[in-house]
Every structure is written in C-alpha cells, then in structure tokens.
C-alpha cells in the first residue's frame, strides 16, 4: 500500500523568510498525482499545488512551489516571501492514477509564522 | 454555489447512539468520500463512492455505514457510536481525472 511520510510535525518561518517542508512517499506506480493542502485554524481544507508525476517540471503557484524528485520519491514544498496567513496544518497526499480520487495523506505539518 | 455542506459541525453523542452526517454537494462531482481527521494521524478514508448506487470501504470503515441514492448526497451513519469515533469527520467531492478534493468545513464529533 502507498504510504506519505511527513517527517517534521512542526515548522517555523519569520516573516518574508523561505520555509520548506518535507514529504517522502513509498509507491510502485510510475504515473501518479501528489499535493500540497492547507488547512487554517477554521479547519477548511485548501488545496495549495498539485504536481502530476509524468511531468518533469515542478508546479508553481504564487509564492508555492515544490521540488519534486521522482527517483527519491520526494516532494517538499516550499514556500516564499512567509506570510502570517500562511500558517496552518499542511498535508502532502498522494493519488494513484486512474479509477478514484482516493486520496493518501501524510500526518501534517504544522507551519508557524513568526512576526 | 454552496460547494460541499456538511451537517451538523458539531455533535456530542453517548455511547450506542446512532446519528448520521450529512454531506451534500452541488458540483456534479460523481466522487464522495468521507475522512477522518485525529491529532498526529493525518486524514483517513473512512468509505468513498464512485457514482449513484456505488460505495466502497476505505481504510478505516468499521463503525460506519454509508448509501449513495444520488449524485448530491452521501451520508455516513454510526448505528452504535463508540468513543474512538471521536474524531473530526470531513466530507470531500472529486472532479474526475484531476484528483483534487474539494472538502466541506468538517463535523466536530465527541462521543462520551
């Protein structure tokens, strides 16, 4: 069974500095899907940036991005220019190709921001 | 557009009793699962279905019992509520191919 193993239970960045955050993942797939969700203190459930394993170029959204190492099983994502709304509980999931949308999700990551 | 409405956010039960969350979508989206979320767990798929009429186990399904009469609507069921149901139960909806997840705000529960 694939696995998602986010190995920092918490994180702290300043303000307008760069954090990265770690997933690793355990699949025998070659075609996959991974993502980044965000989830605030309200609880709701954000999708930050998905990354689709066939392609080579890493996904970028705003100040997101990842680094994603296909050989490694590796995805961290990697967030620029912090912002206090930035924190939250981040999960990294992973998704097998074709038939369902059955998501796995890492334990999280919880992300402070510091003033 | 309302999105993914889960009802109620928040519920106390005593253990044996029965309750059913609701969960509602207005996507079309013909994916619906259900999640459990528990401190340092992460989320884990409780059952999910692939369209009307069609259901399937996840990776946590005892305790639980879902139907899918229609594309909207996808309710779980807890026919005798145990304490380690305590947890924060979320609802999510799939647009095909994608894989992203559309997620409802989530339903508190505490079964004492």
């Known amino acids: 069974a694939q696995t998602v193993t986010q190995s920092q239970p918490e994180m702290s960045v300043q303000e307008a500095e760069t954090v990265t955050l770690s997933c690793t993942y355990d699949t025998s797939e070659s075609d996959y899907y991974l993502f980044w969700y965000k989830q605030p203190p309200s609880r709701q459930m954000i999708l930050v940036i998905r990354q689709e394993a066939y392609k080579q170029q890493n996904a970028t959204e705003n100040r997101f991005s990842v680094n994603f190492q296909k050989a490694a099983k590796s995805f961290s994502l990697k967030i620029s220019d912090s912002q206090l709304g930035d924190a939250a509980m981040y999960f990294c999931a992973y998704r097998r190709p074709g038939g369902s949308e059955k998501l796995v999700f890492g334990k999280g990551t919880k992300l402070t921001v510091n003033p | 557009n309302a999105g993914v409405t889960q009802t109620p956010k928040f519920q106390v039960l005593k253990t044996g009793q029965s309750m059913t969350l609701q969960c509602a979508q207005d996507m079309n989206h013909e994916y619906m699962s259900w999640y459990r979320q528990d401190p340092g767990m992460g989320l884990r798929l409780i059952h999910y279905?692939?369209?009307?009429?069609?259901?399937d186990q996840g990776e946590v399904p005892n305790g639980y019992n879902v139907s899918r009469s229609t594309t909207e609507d996808f309710p779980l069921r807890l026919l005798s509520a145990a304490p380690s149901q305590t947890s924060v139960y979320f609802c999510?909806?799939?647009?095909?191919?994608?894989?992203?997840?559309?997620f409802g705000e989530g339903s508190r529960l505490t079964v004492l």
């Open positions: 279905s692939v369209g009307a009429g069609i259901t």
């Open positions: 999510a909806v799939g647009r095909g191919g994608t894989g992203e997840l559309f």
